[in-house]
Structure formats: structure tokens, C-alpha cells
């Protein structure tokens, strides 16, 4: 009786001891939130520790997630009877510092405790067969993943999760802090093993390890000192990115391929060793390691990829050996400190930007194996002179792009076409010599060069916009005559070109072709060109101008702002006179248009200040608004018989305007009221009032608005 008595005493004592382990336990979902409702705020690092036996946890999330929790604790699933946690059940809980895996579950899905914040162990069950991608995925305060030892898939050593065996590390939580050891007999680091480890400083790998997964070791900011075992043959992609404090690396023999961005913004890495073994360097392998001086490259390496090295701005030393037969776009662009490279023979073509922004590269060898140049291949080097072998038939565009220091430059005979851009801001370039074999120069080719004279050869037949934009110190230029249109801006702001040739096979100059000019006072437009483009002339130095036979048509502005333009004759091929033709041209004093002309549009000689001659033939029929407009020196106009129309203030602002002649009456509806100052459309009109009186009207006085006129 009295053992009896005292086994019910200890197993109440016992009961009573496993009660006081928890906080709480819940038998629903509802009842936890209930009870966290009730209770006091507390911190992380006291949480409370909750049983929770339920069969379901749907919609656990939405219970217990939250932004700002003002209550954590420790869950303890043992009692739970379901076998599988679904995908992303505790997404973003950070109420939940702990969690133990119930007996039951057999499986955890995908993104289970992704972004719990304050997590900070987990303890796995014997019974969990199966752990999904991603689960443990920004569990930034996480420092521990147990494993019960009977578990026959999953094991755990210092709170890293293994498989059973320990030969897959599968991964390390994410505050785990100090150097990390991986024993041996590991063969493989899975994915994301160490992925956002922040706080682990060093990694040795030993040499039972043979597979290194792709980000393996992404994002590890504290990690300066990583050791690689001999056995290792494959590093995944992005292994060691954004793990910006590793100093150096020794990569093992036996690696065959650097793969695409393994130490992509490794800032702090100074020096790596590539073993014989290695035969191609992938893309963004190396890019924006800002630190590393010195690199081998050995000759059993094929192919360099795109962007490998780039922006690798300490890089001062580069040898490319013969074994390499690709190198890829971009792989050298912004290693600002490489002064010279030679390309290797086994190279046929030098890619696009691949040396682009290598501000300090003065010497390059190529070879005469290249056939072409890609594009930006040297923009923005260093480069004072460059030797393009005979090999080449192609440069890319840009290929020398604002190269400020190139002085001397050989185009060979076997390319055909200068392409875009290719010696753009090339400013210490003054010469070169285009061959005969090219039959096109693309645009903007020598825009803000610092060419001050070029010979073009015939068999150029096409020169495209802004070839030769802003270069300042042209002086004079000869245009072939197989060029049959001179191109948009082509020589605009060119302010120190004083001679141009242009020859009977142009028929048309375009746009802005030499605008602002302002050293070219004169230029013979020959008899082929039909029409002048927009703005064509505009802001030049041009004195005088005739406009010849052939011109057909004068486009918008073509010659607004030619400050010195004294005198223009525009012949009878031209019917309408445009607006702002010839506008803001203040010295503009005697402009003579041929019969022929049939309309002087809108604003076409507004505010020629110095303007007191205008012949005006027996062919206009129209004068539109503001057309002659503040030409204050006006003294005299003839309206010949022809005009039919005079739009508003045609005539107006002409203060020295003192007489008029009209050889024709004109219907009193097309005769704007404000055409001329004063009342000398009252006058026309005074003896017939729809259609006028022709003949002389004077003003002893002009005063504007005032002016009185007489008929004589």
C-alpha cells in the first residue's frame, strides 16, 4: 500500500514538473492567439514557451504574424498530430524565437520560416524525412539547427544540418558566428549552404569536399579567411558573391571552369590563384573586385566570358596567354589602372567594351589575326596611338570613343565603313587619313574630335548626321563628288571651319548642316542643291548670299541668325519664302527676291533691324503676318500688282517706313487692319472701300501708330 502511495505521489510530482515547463499549452490555434492577447509584452530573450496539440496549422500565420510583435516565444509542436508543415505556414512570424518539430511531421515544405526575424533555434525530429528549398531562408537571428539523433535522414554538428551520414553540408544557419570547420568526409556544400551567413569570419573546407554549390557562400560580409580543400572540382555559380572582406584564394587544382560571378563584388579580394587545370573564366567571374592587383591568368585557360574582370579598378598587370581564343564582351571594361595589353594571335575578333573605361591603357598590341573591333572596344582609354593591321575590315561603333589622348591613328585599306561615334571626342586627334576603300562614314565618327582638316576621298559616297558635329578646330573641308546630300548637323558648330567645298553632285543640305559656322563667311552653293534644310545656315558667318537657280525649296530658319549677312538674292525657283527664313539676321541690309517667288510666309524678314531695300517682284500674291515686322530702316516698299493678301502687322513696327506703293487694288478682307502703323489702310481704303485705291501713300512724319498718310 505504501509503494503504491508513493509511485501516484511521484507521477503527480511528475505531471506537475512537465506542466511547469510551459507557459501555456493550446489545443487550438484560436486559444493561442486568445491567450497571447492576455499577456504581458516581454522581449526575445526571455520568450515565452508554449505547447501547441492541434492537427492543422492553417492559417497559423495570420494569427500570430505581425510587424512589430510585442510578444515572442518558444513553440513546441511535440504534441501536434499532423505530418506535414505546409509552404510558408510561419512566413514572416517574428513573434517566434524557437520552434521544436513535432514526432509526427514527416515533411517540411517550402519557405516554412522564411523571414521569421527572431527566430533562433529549431529542433527537428526523428520523424522528419523530407526538408524543402528555402525553408530556413532570412532567418537572420537563427543560430542553431538540432537534429535528433535518431533521425535517419538529417543530422546536425555544432548547429549546422547535414545529412545523415554528414557528406552533404546542407546548411549553416544564418547567425552563426566565428570560424566554421567543416569535418571531413563532407563531399558536397549544397546551394546557399553559408547563403547571408553575416557573421561566420572564416571557412576551411576540407579535402573530402568535391562539390561547392551555386551561392554557397553568397552574401557573407564577415568572411575573410576561406581555405579549399585540394579535392574540390567544381565551384558553383555565384559561390562567394557579395562576400566583400575575403583577401585571398587559392582555387585547387582539379577546378576545370570559374563559373559565371563566383566572386562577383568581392571588394576586399586582393589575389587569387587559377590553377593550370582551369580552361575558361566565366561571366562576371571577377567583376567589381575593386581590390585585386594581381591575377594569373595560365595558359591552359580557352575563354575569358563576358564582364569577367569588370571594373577590377586595382588590376595593373595583364597577360592574356595564346592559349585563350575568346575573350568576352566587356571582360576588361573599367580596369582603370591596366597600362598596356597585347592580344594574343589566337584571337580573331576583339569584342564589344572589352577595354572600354581603361582610362590609364596607353599601349595595345593587335595582332593580325583580328578581323574586327567591337563595339566601344577602347572608349574612354588611355590610348595616344593605335596600329589597326590590314586584317581588319570591320571597327565597330564607338570603338575609340573620347580616346582624349590619341594622336596618331592607321585605318587600313581593308575597311569600308567608319562607323558611329568611332573617334568621337578623340580632342588630341587633329589628323588622320580616311583610305580610299571607305565608302561611308557613319554618324557622329568624329563628333568633338580635334580635327583641323580632313581629307575625304572619292570614293566616299555617304557621310551621315553629325560626322563631324562640334569639331571646333576644322578649318576647312572638301566634299567629294560622290557625296549627293550633305546630312543633318554634320558640320554644325563646327566655329573654326572657314572654307567648305561643295560640289555639283550635292542636291540637298540638310538640317543644321552648318549651323552655328560662325567662321564661315562665305560658301558657294552650287546649281545642283534643290533644297536647303532647316536651319541649314543658321547662327553662321555668312556676309552674303545667293541663293541659286536650282533651290527649289528653302526650309524653316535655314539662314535665322547670321549676324553678318549683309545682302541675300533668292531666285525665282523658290516659291514660298518660309518662316523665319532669314530671322534675327540684324546687319541683313538689301535683300533682292526674284520673280517667281510666290509667297513671303509668316514672320520671313521679322526684325531686320538694318534692312532698307526690299524688291518685291510682280509674282507674290501673298505677304504673311509680321513678314516685314520691326525692319525699322525700311524707308520705302512697292506692293506690286500680283499681291492679293497682307497678313496682320506685315508692315507693322517699320518706324522709317515713309511711303508706300500700291500697283494693284487688293479685296479689303485680305488686307489685315493692322498691316501697317497709322491709318494707312483708312486711306487705301477711302474712296473704294472693298477694294482700294492703288497708287503712292506717304507720311511726312512716321510715328507709329499716329502716322498720318497721304495719298500723292
Sequence with gaps: MKKTLIVIIIFILFLTACKESYDYTANSIEELSEYLSNIPANTPDNPYKIALNVSDLTDIRYELGGEKPDK??????????????????????????????????????????????????VTISKSVQNIE????????????????????VYSSVDGILYNKNKTKLILCPEAKTGDVVIPNGVTVIEQEAFGRCKKITGVTIPDSVTYIG?????????????????????IGKHAFRYSKNINSITIPEGVTDIGEGIFYECEGLTSVTIPDSVTSIGYRAFLNCKSLIDVTIPDSVTSIGKE?????????????????????????????????????????????????????????????????????????????????????????????DY??????????????????????????????????????IGARAFQKSGLTGVIIPDSVKYIDEFAFFLCENLSGVTIPNSVTSIEKSVFEDCTGLTRVTIPTSVTRIDKRAFKGCTSLVSVNIPNSVTVIGEGAFQGSGLGSLTIPKSVTKIEESAFDDCANLASVTVTDSVKIILQ??????????????????????????????????????????????????????????????????????????????????????IPSEHFSKSAFNGDLRDKFYEKDKDNGTPGTYTTAAPVGDKSIWTRR
Design 308 to 400: 569577367a574582370f569588370r571594373d577590377c579598378e586595382s588590376l595593373t598587370d595583364l597577360t592574356i596567354p595564346d592559349s585563350v581564343i575568346n575573350i568576352g564582351k566587356g571582360a576588361f571594361n573599367g580596369c582603370s589602372k591596366i597600362s598596356s595589353v597585347k592580344i594574343p594571335y589566337s584571337i580573331t575578333a576583339v569584342e564589344d567594351w572589352v577595354f572600354t573605361n581603361c582610362s590609364r591603357l596607353a599601349s595595345v598590341t593587335i595582332p593580325d589575326s583580328v578581323t574586327s573591333i567591337g563595339e566601344n572596344a577602347f572608349a574612354c582609354t588611355g590610348l595616344t596611338e593605335i596600329n589597326i593591321p590590314d586584317s581588319v575590315t570591320a571597327i565597330g561603333k564607338g570603338a575609340f
Design 133 to 152: 528549398e528555402v525553408v530556413f531562408d532570412t532567418c537572420i537571428e537563427l543560430s542553431a539547427i538540432n537534429v535528433d539523433a535518431a533521425n535517419t
Design 580 to 665: 523665319s527664313i532669314f530671322q534675327n539676321c540684324p546687319n541683313l541690309a538689301n535683300v533682292t527676291i526674284r520673280n517667281g517667288v510666290t509667297r513671303v510666309w509668316d514672320y520671313a524678314f521679322s526684325n531686320f533691324s538694318s534692312l532698307k531695300k526690299i524688291t518685291i517682284p510682280d509674282s507674290i500674291e501673298y505677304i504673311g503676318n509680321y513678314a516685314f515686322s520691326n525692319c525699322i530702316n525700311l524707308t520705302s516698299v512697292t506692293i506690286p500688282s500680283g499681291v492679293n493678301y497682307i497678313g496682320e502687322k506685315a508692315f507693322r513696327y517699320c518706324t522709317g517706313l515713309t511711303s508706300v506703293t500700291f500697283e494693284n487694288t
Design 72 to 121: 515572442f516565444f518558444i513553440l513546441d509542436l511535440s504534441g501536434s498530430t499532423f505530418n506535414r508543415i505546409e509552404e510558408t505556414t510561419f512566413y514572416y512570424c517574428q513573434a517566434l524565437v524557437g520552434v521544436i518539430i513535432g514526432k509526427s511531421v514527416f515533411s517540411i515544405g517550402w519557405g516554412v520560416f522564411h523571414e521569421c526575424y527572431n527566430l533562433r533555434s
Design 403 to 440: 580616346c582624349r589622348r590619341l594622336t596618331t591613328v592607321n585605318i587600313p585599306n581593308s575597311v569600308t565603313r567608319i562607323e558611329e561615334k568611332v573617334f568621337a571626342g578623340c580632342t588630341a586627334l587633329t589628323v588622320i587619313k580616311i583610305p580610299d576603300s571607305v565608302t561611308e
Design 214 to 234: 551555386d551561392k554557397a557562400f553568397y552574401f557573407c560580409p564577415s568572411l575573410t579567411k576561406v581555405t579549399i580543400g585540394k579535392g574540390v572540382t567544381y
